[in-house]
C-alpha cells in the first residue's frame, strides 16, 4: 500500500509533467495561437501541428489576412507565436512599433534569385550588361549583396545587412559597368526576356515558372543570412517551457522532408 505521503509526493509529480507536457503547455490548457500568412507557411504548419501533437503539444495555426499586421497580434496577447517574416522586418517593427518580440527559431528561406534567358551565370555578365533589381530597400539589399558575393560589386565599408539596407548608391565599385534596372519585383518577373539578368523574389518567380535552385543562375545563401524567416514570440515568453517544444515540431525530420518535397526547392529549409 502507498503512503499518503507518497500519495501527495506522486500527486505532485504528475501534476508537474501535465503543466510541462500536456496538449497545451498553457495554464488555462488551450491550443497554442500561432500566426501565420495564407499559402506556403499555412501549409506547413499544418504539419508543424500535427506533429506537435504527437509530442502532447497543442498548435493551431491561424491565417492572418489582408493588412492585419501579426507582430502587432502577438505583442498585444492575441498570439502566443508567429512565422511570417525574417530579422531585418522584425527589426524595423520593433524600431517603429516598441514591440516586445524576440526570434526564437529559423525556419526556411524563400531565396531571392537572379535569372536570365542569355546566361547561365552572373560571371558570363558581359560589360555593360543590363540587370534588373528590386526597388524595395529588402529585396534591392539581398540582389545587391548577392552581385558582392559574385565579385560584380562592392559596397559600402561597414554595410552589414543584419542592421541596415544598401541601395545603388552605396555600390562603390562596378568594374563591368552594369547598367541597373530598378522595377517592382512583380514587374521584374514579367521582363526577363528584356533584361540580360534580373533578380527576382521567390513568390513572383514561382508564379512565372522558375524555382530558384532548379533555375537561378546566383541564389542567395542559407548561411549567415538576415533574411531567413523566424519564429517570434514575446520577450515575456522566451523562456517558456511550450518554446522549445514549439521549435522541435518545426524542426523535425517531417517537416524538413515536406518542404524539400512539396515546394521542390522554391523555399528552403534551414535547420
Do not use: C
Not at 160 to 173: E, W
Request: hydrophobic share 45%; no cysteine.
Amino acid at each position: 500500500m502507498i503512503s499518503p505521503f507518497f500519495k501527495r509526493l506522486l500527486g505532485a509529480a504528475l501534476a508537474a509533467a501535465a503543466m510541462f507536457h500536456g496538449p497545451a503547455f498553457s495554464a488555462d490548457n488551450r491550443p497554442l495561437k500561432v500566426g501565420v500568412r495564407g499559402g506556403v507557411d499555412e501549409q506547413i504548419w499544418e504539419v508543424v501541428a500535427q506533429v506537435a501533437k504527437k509530442n502532447g503539444l497543442a498548435v493551431e495555426p491561424v491565417v492572418i489576412t489582408g493588412t492585419a499586421s501579426p507582430n502587432e497580434a502577438l505583442n498585444n496577447g492575441d498570439l502566443d507565436a508567429n512565422a511570417f517574416q525574417h530579422i531585418p522586418f522584425l527589426k524595423d517593427q520593433i524600431r517603429q512599433r516598441g514591440y516586445k518580440l524576440v526570434s526564437v527559431a529559423n525556419t526556411l528561406i524563400s531565396p531571392i534569385a537572379f535569372y536570365s534567358r542569355k546566361y547561365k551565370s552572373l560571371e558570363a555578365l558581359p560589360q555593360g550588361a543590363k540587370v534588373g533589381i528590386p526597388n524595395d530597400p529588402s529585396n534591392q539589399t539581398r540582389a545587391l549583396v548577392v552581385l558582392r558575393d559574385h565579385g560584380l560589386v562592392t559596397l559600402r565599408d561597414g554595410f552589414d545587412p543584419y542592421t541596415g539596407t544598401a541601395t545603388l548608391a552605396d555600390v562603390t565599385s562596378n568594374p563591368r559597368k552594369l547598367e541597373f534596372v530598378e522595377s517592382a519585383s512583380v514587374v521584374l518577373a514579367r521582363s526577363l526576356p528584356d533584361v540580360d539578368a534580373a533578380a527576382i523574389v521567390n513568390s513572383f518567380a514561382y508564379q512565372a515558372g522558375l524555382i530558384a535552385t532548379r533555375d537561378g543562375i546566383a541564389v542567395e545563401k542559407k548561411e549567415n543570412n538576415p533574411y531567413v524567416n523566424i519564429i517570434a514570440v514575446r520577450e515575456a515568453d522566451r523562456n517558456a517551457p511550450w518554446v522549445p517544444e514549439l521549435v522541435r515540431a518545426y524542426h523535425s525530420d517531417e517537416v524538413r522532408q515536406f518542404i524539400l518535397s512539396k515546394y521542390e526547392g522554391s523555399v528552403i529549409p534551414v535547420f
